[in-house]
């Protein structure tokens, strides 16, 4: 596994560098989106109309049949600038002018968020690689149920009251590439991310051949009861790993949303992916191992209560009670788990599914309190979801982390969240130091990290955040606030 990772993470790399080279905003990898007065003020930038006319015979819109072709015929054309507003033909343009793909084949799937093209080469010289190229839409109505994944999560507070639906579809697809990135970084099957452009994302297409995408789990034609309970043990063993080491809640997992692909389960759409810390992560997690269970029932195999299998997914390696993380440790113990069979096990389902779940004691509250004192829980820890510490290696994407830092710089009023990445952020501060400037930073197996600051003895714990608290306070007092910089700049113009 880990090889693959190691090549995986040197195709990321390959992907940075070539797009650090390209985009010239200097920005970093995928962030990459030209904005509008850059196109426009472009040497000789195109209008919609000429861009539509340049690029409409390279881009067929109608679902995709055997094997790609390309037509040159005009009903084409109205329906690709039908499908495809001037904006995303533009970000399309950038894509094909950097040579990722030549063409757009047809339409792979139609959904109520985005809709997915095939693309591909046609110049067998440059690649024989396929893509999926996902487009999202940006109308507002889709919108609105979108909102209760952005909230919330860390890494997109700052643009979640952002009224403007194209700046919030951009952010989506942007959540999708970094989701995926992360997951691909750590051995899960997805399709490999390649090039993100605002809403429109290039990634890896999972073929079955002469064009065909492979199946959905939902419509994978199983050989035998065998193959069943492989890939429902493939997929929770991916579940798990996705909350332990890529720190993620898939938040829409089912069995349309996973792939078979050579001989694998391959898991897509995280776009609404959220991270532990996320108010709703648990409630989204107790989702997705509802709609697997149900669909692997379907299937006619017994499969484990809900409440276990949140166990499974949640709690460290030491809790369970197994040595190590290791496929084999962790294979064991889902053997070790008694099956749902009788009805009461449902009835057990449906409580666990009922309860309000906290990420420690200290977030409990009143309703909590009283379903104690009702005797409707055992112990109140019943109602902690998962451990606080993170078990074994815990890879994140710095990015990530980094996109944090810059964020909570902004607007460090959210102490809370301070707290509980305070420690991180300060030793990669340290890290940084080490290193002098702030390099593009690779993935870290977090315990490395962590391991110093979990044996760290309180106090000094404590004097250290208390002197980075003053620091900032300091450095607040000398900042110069943003009304008096807005006056200043404005004056400037004026002049
Ligand atoms: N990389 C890929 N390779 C092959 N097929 C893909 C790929 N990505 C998506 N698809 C196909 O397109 C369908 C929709 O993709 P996805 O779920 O990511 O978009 P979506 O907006 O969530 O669509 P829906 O609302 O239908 O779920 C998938 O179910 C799958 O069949
Ligand atoms: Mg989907």
Redesign the pocket.
Known sequence: MTDEIARRAQQIEIWSSDSDSDSDSGSRYAQVSLSRSAINHAPNALTNAEIVTKYADKIKTDPIKKGPKITRDRSNRATVEQVLDPRTMRFLAKIINKNVISRINGC?????????Y?GDHEDPEVTTRE??V?I?KTSILVFKDRERYVDGEFRFRNTKNQSNPRKMVKVWAEK?FRNLKRLYLNGIP??EPVELRSHVLV?????KGNGQ????LRDHPFKDVEEIVHYYHQMLFYMRRMYKVCRLVHA?LSE??S?V?KDKL?I????QSVEPEHPMALDFLRMDIKNVNDFFSRKKINVYPERLLFKYITEDASVLGIEDNSDEQLGQYLETLPLKTEDDDEVEDEIFRSLHLVRSLNHLDERDFQKFSEGKVDTLTDLVGTHENIDGTLAVNDDDEEEEDEEEDEDDEDESSEEETGSEDDSEAEDEDAEGKKKKKKWVEKETILKGKKHEDKDDKKARKEAAKLAKQEKRKTKMKKHVKKKIISKRKTK
């Open positions: 792979i799937s139609t959904g109520k968020e985005a809709n997915v095939h893509y999926a996902k999202y999708e997805c399709p990634m890896e297409y999972l073929t995408p492979s199946p959905k829409d349309y949303n792939i692909h391959y897509i759409d995280v776009s």
